[in-house]
């Protein structure tokens, strides 16, 4: 696969798509992918009401993407080649590390390699920088599992399984749990990535987790 050096993320959850954020690209190899989103990063979001989530909204409502910005410090992505997982590394706006989240998903890459299709599968981990680890949005998981446009109860078994072997890698800070990234500064020659357009084409299977 070709390396571009901005590599756009496509958030789905059910049949919406969340979030279009395009994101540097730090690594890329044989292990997978390492995407650094900067604070102020231009994005699409999906339009919701106020003091809503998404997950708490009917699948098949209409949810039009608008411009945006990412209005958080900045987030390293990795998402490790043919796992079902992200490790998310959150900064400060001041660039002090934060904090672990990992997000149980599966991602399909563009021919390309310019765009990953990154479907949520709700079920999540946090964890501080003391490697005290929890489940989050367990109720969302399990609510939405069996719903036709998100996972059977064996795929929830699976995403589960997933998830645990990850807790594994946390509890023995193993990679990348063992500090690697927590110092992370980007260089300050790269500029802000571009707002991508949309009605980039669906990205094909058969590549990806
Ligand atoms: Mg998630």
């Known amino acids: 696969m070709p390396s571009p050096s ?3 993320v496509h958030l789905i959850l059910g049949s919406t798509v969340s979030m279009v954020v395009p994101a540097r690209v730090v690594e890329s190899g044989e292990d997978g992918l390492l995407l650094w989103v900067a ?3 231009p994005l699409w979001r999906a339009t919701i009401p106020p003091g809503t989530h998404l997950r ?3 699948p098949e409502g209409s949810y039009p993407l608008r411009a945006d910005r990412w209005r958080h410090g900045g987030a390293l992505i990795l998402q490790p080649a043919g796992a079902g997982h992200a490790v998310w590394w959150s900064f400060t ?3 002090e590390f934060r ?3 990992v997000n149980l998903e599966s991602r399909v890459h563009s021919p390309d390699g310019a765009d990953v299709h990154v479907t949520d599968q709700e079920l999540d981990i946090t964890v501080t920088p003391d490697r005290a680890w929890e ?3 367990e109720d969302s998981f399990a609510a939405k599992t069996g719903h036709p446009v998100y996972w059977t109860p064996a795929e929830a078994a699976a995403i589960r399984t997933e998830g645990i072997r990850v807790t594994h890698l946390i509890d023995s800070a193993t990679y990348p749990f063992d500090g690697t990234w927590c110092d992370f500064r980007p260089p300050e020659s790269w500029p ?4 991508p357009p ?3 084409p669906e990205a094909e299977p058969g590549e990806g987790a």
């Open 135 to 137: 489940w989050k949005d």
């Open 198 to 200: 949309l009605g980039t």
């Open 93 to 95: 706006m001041e660039q």
């Open 6 to 8: 901005v590599v756009t």
């Open 192 to 195: 802000l990535p571009e707002l």
């Open 56 to 58: 708490d909204l009917p």
């Open 99 to 101: 904090s672990w989240y």
């Open 39 to 41: 604070p102020g990063t």
